[in-house]
């Protein structure tokens, strides 16, 4: 990235920070940029300007009507998916009331979050054990743990970063070996007849994913990272169109391209080309269910993934 783009892009972030997290941590953010410019300037990252925002908790609001508050150590990963709104960038996919989401690489569990406090039921899905105390923080923080159900297990094993067992050893929360579950199997121990909404995040997992037979057609929706180490983005474009899909891929600057080219990774957003955009319900209180249904309240799955159900 060149000095002209970091600037440009830098500028966007704190719009951006402004629009979802208010003026007061934008101009917050935009000192502890200017007092941490060397380490800016020498790392080519905003790392150092996150670090600096560690000290106090921050509220959120990443979609109309819906409020997140994260300790300040999660400020740079809220800044990426909230602020930047990568999983966001296109009307029709926000979850919303009685949405079944399964945010497969949930990682710190932002996204399921989001679809919680939304009023959706999900299924977040992360092959680091580590990850799980770290989510049942955020959610406890939230208010929303009654309405996410947290399995352990790895999906699309054959590509991508955990495909390999030094890549598993070396990822920041890897606590131990998982089970591999399919997506079939997954959509049935959750009690979802259907996914309203797929988000995908699983470091090149994808690949493999969408190697398996018998699912696609049970997911409404789908918002995904592709990383182009592992394969070429337009072989999942085809197969998605091929499927019945509507598709879209976007640049990381969250632009509709044809190709990511070198981009190390871009996003697709695909659409079952039978649905309309779905009408949403006003985002209040009354309008999210007041508890889960039984499948996601404890109910044991159906299948050999390390599951923890947040209390």
């Not at 819906?66 to 996919?93: D, K, Q, S, T, W």
């Not at 995040?201 to 398996?212: C, K, P, T, V, W």
């Not at 659409?271 to 109910?299: D, H, K, W």
Request: aromatic share 6%; net charge neutral; with cysteine.
């Amino acid at each position: 990235m060149d000095w002209k783009t970091a600037v440009v892009r830098l500028g966007g972030d704190l719009r951006q920070i402004a629009a979802v997290a208010g003026p007061a941590t934008a101009g917050r953010y935009t000192a502890a940029t200017v007092a941490r410019l060397p380490a800016v300037v020498r790392q080519r990252n905003l790392n150092a300007v996150d670090g600096a925002m560690a000290n106090r908790p921050w509220k959120f609001r990443p979609m109309p009507g819906v409020e997140v508050m994260l300790p300040g150590r999660m400020f740079g990963g809220a800044r990426e998916m909230y602020c930047r709104g990568v999983y966001f960038a296109r009307p029709g996919y926000a979850p919303a009331p009685g949405d079944t989401v399964v945010d497969l690489g949930a990682n710190h569990g932002l996204f399921s979050l989001v679809a919680a406090a939304a009023g959706a039921q999900v299924l977040a899905v992360e092959a680091q054990r580590g990850f799980g105390a770290i989510i049942q923080e955020h959610a406890s923080l939230n208010g929303c743990a009654e309405r996410i159900r947290v399995v352990h297990t790895l999906v699309g094993a054959d590509t991508g970063v955990l495909a390999s067992a030094e890549g598993r050893r070396t990822a920041s929360h890897w606590a131990g070996d998982v089970p591999t579950t399919g997506m079939v199997e997954l959509l049935d121990s959750a009690g979802f007849q259907r996914a309203s909404l797929l988000k995908i995040d699983i470091e090149g997992s994808e690949f493999a994913l969408f190697q398996e037979r018998g699912w696609l057609d049970r997911v409404d929706r789908i918002v995904m990272e592709v990383h182009t180490e592992f394969g070429d983005p337009l072989t999942l474009l085809t197969f998605l169109s091929a499927a019945g899909f509507d598709t879209v891929l976007l640049n990381d600057t969250l632009r509709p391209t044809t190709s990511l080219g070198r981009d190390p990774s871009g996003y697709i957003y695909a659409r079952q080309a039978s649905q309309r955009l779905p009408r949403r319900r006003p985002l209040t209180e009354a309008s999210a269910p007041a508890t889960p249904p039984a499948s996601m309240a404890g109910v044991p799955p159906q299948t050999a993934a390390d599951e923890r159900t947040i209390q």
